[in-house]
């Protein structure tokens, strides 16, 4: 595709439950993104893929948190046992070199409410 | 990471120059300047980025002065659809690093 696709774009769920947000990065980009956006904030880096390596974790909130991208194409972002303080847009970006010096593209986000 | 200041919000009339300043005082000899639109209820949207002196492109001009502590995001001749948050990233370049922090923005609002 053109752009980032991220799906869904909305997502409620009832506390406890788990979800999965997914993210096609631009074909042939290496880098992907992972933020979380909490409403009025800006947006809060989770966790970096080089191809399908992830190579820096360290802005996942707590283990319930979890991303992967196996093939260094399609990322998953899982949250399980949710939590309302979880809700927000969850953000997916990818830039065609390594690391965060170049232009990030982003996806137009996953919403998820936690009730 | 390089901590950024900027104002939360600014207002401005159409067909305005508008700058925006963003403080970056212990901003490091490797890190560069970037700035990103976003608008509601999308991702955000790069817009220009720079090292030093000034950078210009079809949608902004990005001035930095020798001492790189500050920077200022210039719009010239704003119109509505400019209204969105603009955030100003201090970041080091290399491979080897990965996050970018974003702040909390400047909320640009257009008045006809």
């Known amino acids: 595709g053109a752009g980032v696709s991220q799906s869904p774009r909305y997502k409620v769920a009832k506390r406890g439950q788990d979800v999965a947000l997914r993210c096609d990065p631009i074909?042939?980009?290496?880098?992907l993104f992972w933020y979380q956006q909490a409403l009025g904030q800006g947006p809060e880096f989770l966790t970096y893929f080089q191809n399908e390596a992830q190579l820096d974790k360290s802005g996942l909130p707590s283990d319930r948190f979890f991303a992967e991208r196996p093939e260094g194409s399609v990322s998953t972002l899982k949250i399980q046992r949710t939590q309302q303080e979880d809700s927000a847009v969850y953000l997916c970006a990818s830039s065609l070199i390594q690391g965060a010096a170049g232009e990030l593209f982003f996806g137009e986000g996953s919403r998820l409410t936690v009730l | 990471l390089a901590k950024t200041t900027q104002p939360i919000s600014m207002d401005s009339y159409e067909g305005q120059e508008v700058n925006i300043t963003c403080s970056h005082n212990n901003i490091a000899t490797n890190d560069y300047i970037t700035w990103y639109q976003q608008f509601p209820s999308q991702g955000p949207r790069f817009i220009i980025q720079?090292?030093?002196t000034k950078v210009t492109n079809e949608v902004a001009s990005l001035f930095i002065p020798a001492d790189r502590k500050s920077s200022t995001l210039s719009l010239p001749r704003v119109s509505l659809s400019d209204t969105a948050v603009y955030y100003c990233l201090v970041g080091e370049a290399g491979a080897g690093s990965y996050q970018l922090t974003f702040g909390k923005g400047t909320k640009l609002s257009v008045i006809p």
């Open positions: 720079g090292y030093k």
């Open positions: 074909s042939g980009h290496v880098s």
